[in-house]
């Protein structure tokens, strides 16, 4: 069984950071695509980066490009976003999401086989 756990949320100041990690267990993550997608209050999930096995491909959305950065280290079968410049408006649960039998980043959360419980992030202003 995939099981997927996120840490390192918090509380942070506007244009602090924070490293989230999401450690995986059952599945090595090294064939798999990955993502980190995450839902405000009142909103959509959206997806913010995604990883191919490897690590050598990212994708972002707009809203995190040049301030978020996903990274992987597979001998740790862990994925990680780091989080730069943050805003209040990045305010939200974050989420890893693990998907299977694709090669390719998918920014739908539906194409996504496992998730994480997710971890709060709060950015004051």
């Known amino acids: 069984q995939v099981q997927l756990v996120e840490s390192g949320g918090g509380l942070v100041q506007a244009g602090g950071s924070l490293r989230l990690s999401c450690a995986a267990s059952?599945?090595?993550?090294?064939?798999?695509?990955m993502g980190w997608f995450r839902q405000a209050p009142g909103k959509e999930r959206e997806f913010i980066a995604g990883s191919n096995g490897s690590g050598g491909r990212t994708y972002y959305a707009d809203s995190v490009k040049g301030r978020f950065t996903i990274s992987r280290d597979n001998a740790k079968n862990t994925v990680y976003l780091q989080m730069n410049s943050l805003k209040p408006e990045d305010t939200a649960v974050y989420y890893c999401?693990?998907?299977?039998?694709?090669?390719?980043?998918?920014?739908?959360?539906?194409?996504?086989?496992?998730w994480g419980q997710g971890t709060q992030v709060t950015v004051s202003s």
């Open positions: 999401a693990l998907r299977l039998s694709s090669w390719q980043i998918s920014t739908f959360g539906h194409e996504y086989n496992y």
């Open positions: 059952g599945r090595t993550l090294s064939s798999n695509v």
